[in-house]
T-cell receptor, first 109, second 115 residues
């Protein structure tokens, strides 16, 4: 089967940097994705790592280590609007996504 | 380019009734995925469809649930004889012909409440 572990809650202040870790156990792994969800709305894609290393997109970066079955999402220069749930998801065959339970990020002024 | 559309946005059904949830993928997208989300939980994969084909339904309950993606029209997720445990948010996502390995585009979801 597949399982993913990520912290349930993280709190940080505006302007800070926060890292959300994700460990996974799975078979048929293609890559690791990150999605953001505000207040139960439509999840939106943030990043995808198919290979080891760091991917950077603006204030967001994501890292993957296949050998350690580990990845993280790094958010820099936090803004209030970044308060949301963040999900790591393993990508399997056909693009099927297996999601973690989500990390609730609270950004304080 | 309109995004993924789902309707209805909210659906209330009494136990034993049928629920039909519709999903129109983004223009040009031929892959549709359905996910279910219970409160305070992550999304759970249900089924993956291409036009007129069910490719992977490993996440679908064996009974009462079915899905289709006809040649014309939206994808439909059908739940027969709903029970209280079916209350959840149901999201569909679409991806272009190359597949959803890299990015999937999600609709706003249908919130199903079974009374």
């Amino acid at each position: 089967g597949q399982s993913l572990e990520q912290p349930s809650e993280v709190t940080a202040v505006e302007g800070a940097i926060v890292q959300i870790n994700c460990t996974y156990q799975t078979s048929g792994f293609y890559g690791l994705s990150w999605y953001q969800q505000h207040d139960g709305g439509a999840p939106t894609f943030l990043s995808y790592n198919g290979l080891d290393g760091l991917e950077e997109t603006g204030r967001f970066s994501s890292f993957l280590s296949r050998s350690d079955s580990y990845g993280y999402l790094l958010l820099q220069e936090l803004q209030m609007k970044d308060s949301a749930s963040y999900f790591c998801a393993v990508t399997l065959e056909w693009g099927k996504l297996i999601f973690g339970q989500g990390t609730e990020l609270s950004v304080k002024p | 380019n309109a995004g993924v559309m789902q309707n209805p946005r909210h659906l209330v059904r009494r136990r034993g009734q049928e629920a039909r949830l519709r999903c129109s993928p983004m223009k040009g997208h031929s892959h549709v995925y359905w996910y279910r989300q219970l409160p305070e939980e992550g999304l759970k994969f249900m089924v993956y469809l291409q036009k007129e084909n069910i490719i992977d339904e490993s996440g679908m309950p064996k009974e009462r649930f079915s899905a289709e993606f006809p040649k014309e029209g939206p994808s439909i997720l059908r739940i027969q004889q709903v029970v209280r445990g079916d209350s959840a948010a149901y999201f569909c996502a679409s991806s272009p012909p190359s597949g959803g390995r890299y990015e999937q585009y999600f609709g706003p979801g249908t919130r199903l409440t079974v009374t």
